[in-house]
């Protein structure tokens, strides 16, 4: 199962996750990277895991 957001081709620091999601909602990503570091130290919120999976969800980057 794949979800319809693409991981970023450009914008990336490990996987393009985030990248994909900042440019899929036409965020900032540097808001957004924040955003998910500072809910991933809470400990209601697994980031890592979070991140993995959305790693194994979301569809390959986009080659322009």
């Known amino acids: 199962m794949k979800i319809d957001i693409h991981r970023s081709a450009t914008d990336r620091v490990i996987a393009g996750v985030i990248g994909g999601i900042a440019e ?26 979070a991140y993995l999976i959305l790693w194994l969800l979301m569809k390959d980057p986009i080659k322009d």
């Open 24 to 49: 899929h909602f036409n965020w900032n990503t540097n808001v957004t990277r924040l955003l998910f570091v500072v809910l991933a130290i809470t400990p209601m919120f697994p980031g890592i895991i």
